[in-house]
Nanobody, 129 residues
Framework: QVQLVESGGGLVQAGASLRLSCAASGRTFSMKAMGWFRQAPGKEREFVAA????????YYGDSVKGRFAMSRDDAKNTVYLQMNNLKPEDTAVYLCSAAPFLYRPSSDYVFLPQDFDSWGQGTQVTVSS
């Protein structure tokens, strides 16, 4: 497993942008698939984005497609989540996660928390209207 530390959250107005970072420890980072989830109070953890170990493939939840972009920099052991045109419904704690690989049984599969085995503590994102 790897240790994950998120940063970059904050309070912004609707329409603004934020970039979240997730710094990972461990020499196996470049071999890990990475993901972002979010959790709002009283709601289940929701898939946001994932990226393969190679960085060649990214996947997004329907609610963020076209607005969010995930990337990775293996030289820095860091993944990023660029969030544009933020909406009040994006308000949540955003959590970084890691997995040995991404398995998609179908093209419309939505990743679940149990698909990942390492988690950060999260960073709060609050979007005001």
């Amino acid at each position: 497993q790897v240790q994950l530390v998120e940063s970059g959250g904050g309070l912004v107005q609707a329409g603004a942008s934020l970039r979240l970072s997730c710094a990972a420890s461990g020499r196996t980072f470049s071999m890990k698939a990475m993901g972002w989830f979010r959790q709002a109070p009283g709601k289940e953890r929701e898939f946001v984005a994932a990226i393969t170990w190679s960085g060649n493939n990214t996947y997004y939840g329907d609610s963020v497609k076209g607005r969010f972009a995930m990337s990775r920099d293996d030289a820095k052991n860091t993944v990023y989540l660029q969030m544009n045109n933020l909406k009040p419904e994006d308000t949540a704690v955003y959590l970084c996660s890691a997995a040995p690989f991404l398995y998609r049984p179908s093209s419309d599969y939505v990743f679940l928390p149990q698909d990942f085995d390492s988690w950060g503590q999260g960073t709060q994102v609050t979007v005001s209207s």
